[in-house]
């Protein structure tokens, strides 16, 4: 969709009564994205999780 909407702005012949709204769409998809991938990398941070390291004096 993303691109879809920059090859549009992009043409000559798109009409100047749609820029303005094709372009707060080409940011809202961006803000979009963004989210989901802050979402993923959190996600994957959270569930990573490294050995601890061994205590007899736990057990």
Known sequence: ???????????PNCPPRDLAALSRRQIEIAKE???L???QREAEGATVAGDEAWSEEAI
Not at 1 to 9: D, F, K, P, Q
Request: hydrophobic share 45%; glycine share 0%; no cysteine.
């Open 1 to 11: 969709m993303r691109m879809r909407i920059a090859r549009t702005l992009d043409d």
């Open 33 to 35: 994205i963004e989210a």
């Open 37 to 39: 991938v802050r979402q």
